[in-house]
């Protein structure tokens, strides 16, 4: 039998628990950046914090699990947590800018929260070395 796979964030077989997005199935999640088709396994029972929005902008930005975010949170959270080097945080980054605004995120404010995530890669992220 095979996985259902799943290829937009309105797909996303999720729901919250405390403060968490988590699979409700395990699943394929597919993505296509720039020509190359990007998957992931994801199990029931994985879980994302979705966006990183201080709390102090969420009237601003909007709450960190709004369904707008979910893809572009998803995908950016998946690939920094594989990045060893900048390099790799850099193309995570750009692929949040991207799926931000395939999710028809405003303009000012996808690239408020690329800037942020940005500035956090080049002045504070520090890899998981294995």
């Avoid at 095979?2 to 077989?13: H, K, T, Y």
């Avoid at 709390?55 to 998803?74: N, Q």
Wanted: proline share 4%; with cysteine.
């Amino acid at each position: 039998m095979s996985l259902p796979s799943i290829e937009c964030g309105d797909q996303l077989p999720v729901c919250l628990v405390g403060d968490r997005l988590v699979f409700l199935i395990d699943c394929i999640v597919t993505m296509n950046w720039a020509g190359v088709t990007v998957y992931r396994e994801e199990k029931e029972g994985n879980s994302w914090d979705g966006a990183t929005i201080p709390w102090f902008a969420w009237s601003v930005i909007g709450h960190p699990l709004s369904k707008e975010f979910r893809w572009a949170s998803f995908w950016h959270d998946r690939w920094c947590e594989s990045s060893q080097y900048i390099e790799d945080r850099t193309v995570g980054d750009a692929i949040f800018l991207r799926l931000l605004r395939e999710s028809n995120v405003k303009k000012w404010k996808r690239l408020a929260m690329w800037l942020a995530v940005r500035l956090y890669g080049l002045l504070l992220w520090k890899p998981e070395r294995q």
